[in-house]
């Protein structure tokens, strides 16, 4: 399988297969003869486990050292999961705030109409040249 075949399989550009292989994420591409890549299943299930752990927010950095643990030949078991959990956590914390965002623009859009109402109020009390004192008054009054 071409590099082409093996990006659209994988859900990822062919820039990004040759940058995974630059930074030494995909280390057993096979070439031929003219140094054409050529993907394997293995290749194929390497490239979608980083593209997941990249979808993940693991940085580059960190997903390099858990995969030189797997291609070890030593047991990293431990280390590997050590580094599945910090990124779970990283996530956890990023669900947190993003979870935030998602409440405050929820109530902002919930009280629009109100936040909208009391701006026309106070546009209508300026054309109308109410004193600042009178439109301050008017205001409390829509809360």
Known sequence: MN????????????????????????TTIDRTPSG?????????????????????GMPIATLKTYMGLIDDEANHHDAQLALLKE?????AD????????????TYK?????????????????????QSSDELAESSHKCL
């Open 3 to 26: 590099i082409k075949e093996a990006a659209a399989k994988c859900g990822v550009s062919a820039n990004t297969i040759r940058y995974y292989e630059k930074v030494g994420l995909l």
């Open 36 to 56: 054409i890549r050529t993907f394997g299943e293995r290749t194929l299930s390497r490239i979608s486990f980083v593209r997941s752990m990249r979808q993940a």
């Open 87 to 91: 990124q779970r956590a990283i996530m």
């Open 94 to 105: 990023k669900k947190s705030d993003i979870q935030y965002a998602i409440d405050y623009l």
């Open 109 to 129: 859009i919930d009280h629009y109409d109100d936040h909208i109402s009391q701006v026309e109020q106070k546009l209508q009390a300026l054309e109308k040249g």
